[in-house]
Structures are given as C-alpha cells and as structure tokens.
C-alpha cells in the first residue's frame, strides 16, 4: 500500500513515536478545553510553525492541504451563514491545529513504530483476556488505510488530470472504492495465511 511517509529527514522524524502521539493527544484535548480566539490563534501560529519547519517533506501533503483549505471555508461558511462568525473562527481554528500535526505524525512516523507503541499501551488489557497484538494491529491498520485512501486518492486524481487538464473530482470515486476493496483483500489474505502459520 501507498505511504505518505517522507524519506526526506527532518527534527520530526527523530522525535519518538510515543512522544508525537501523546503530544497530539493533547494538543486536541486542549483545543477543545479552550474557545478563545487569542489561546487558538497562538496553537495555530505554532503547529504553522512546526509544519512548515519540515520543510520538503511536506510535498507529499499538498494534496491533504488543498482538502484541508476546502473543508476550512465549507466549514466557515456554514458557520458564517448560521450568524456565528466567532464559531467559525473557533471550528476552523481547531481544524487546522489537529490536522496539520496529524499530517506531520503521518509524514514523519513510520507505520511499524505507531504499532509498537500501540501494542505497548494496550498490553496491560492481557491480564483481563483481550488480545491486545490483534486490537493494536487493527487499530494500525485503521491509521494506514486512512493513510493509503489518501495516497491513492492523489494519485487517481493525478492521473485523471493529466488525461483530462481538470480534477477528478466525484469521478475518481468508484475507481477509488474498487481500488480501496482491492488492498483491503490482498491484507485479509496476507493476515489469513500469516495466522494460519
């Protein structure tokens, strides 16, 4: 499956998985502890900040960014429509936060350290007999095809571009959808044989 992780080294990718998602647990707890526009513009001037300082790294994420933009101004927009312009600012503010760090977890965090760290929190739910490996690797799995839907959305609608000149828009969905159901078998048939061993 596709990966938006960047091989392109930055400060981020030295930081240890377990740290990145403790401090993006929370920053998303906090942003939503808080409604002034003072405290939320400060987090989003810093996660700019922190995203930006990745530099190359993040050409991988321009795509993510556009729909970030997009779902920003739908957002705003409603918000704005409904005569709450500080709520718009609010929402949109907390969007951007989350989802610019989120990115930069993604681009800098290889899938096999976010599953040992997942396997690690969850291991004390063994002593009541849950299975934490399986609920770690499928909550893995969760994050990276979260991660491939995107990859492979940039890519269909990449291609449909350069034969077309437009984006793909709703055009690119069923063959995301096929494509989508394609990998989620081949991963079901991989697990199915690997536990089977």
């Known amino acids: ?77 409603f918000h704005l429509y409904m005569q709450h312009p500080v709520w718009a600012a609010v929402t949109v503010l907390r969007l951007s936060c989350t989802s610019l760090m989120g990115i930069a977890l993604t681009l800098t965090t290889r899938y096999t350290d976010l599953l040992h760290v997942f396997e690690r929190v969850l291991s004390p739910l063994n002593r009541w007999g849950v299975p934490s490996e399986q609920l770690a690797l499928q909550l893995a799995l969760m994050l990276r095809f979260t991660e491939h839907f995107f990859v492979l959305w940039r890519r269909l609608d990449d291609a449909h571009r350069l034969r077309t000149g437009k984006a793909g828009g709703f055009k690119i969905l069923a063959p995301l959808t096929i494509q989508m159901l394609i990998a989620a078998r081949r991963v079901a048939d991989a697990l199915h044989v690997r536990l089977r061993r």
């Open 1 to 77: 499956m596709g990966s938006l992780y960047s091989e392109q080294h930055t400060w981020l990718h030295a930081v240890p998985a377990w740290v990145k998602l403790v401090s993006l647990a929370l920053l998303g707890t906090g942003l939503f502890w808080t409604d002034q526009l003072a405290v939320l513009s400060v987090a989003a001037a810093v996660c700019m900040a922190v995203f930006a300082s990745l530099g190359r790294a993040t050409a991988r994420a321009r795509p993510l960014l556009v729909g970030l933009g997009i779902a920003s101004l739908l957002i705003a927009a």
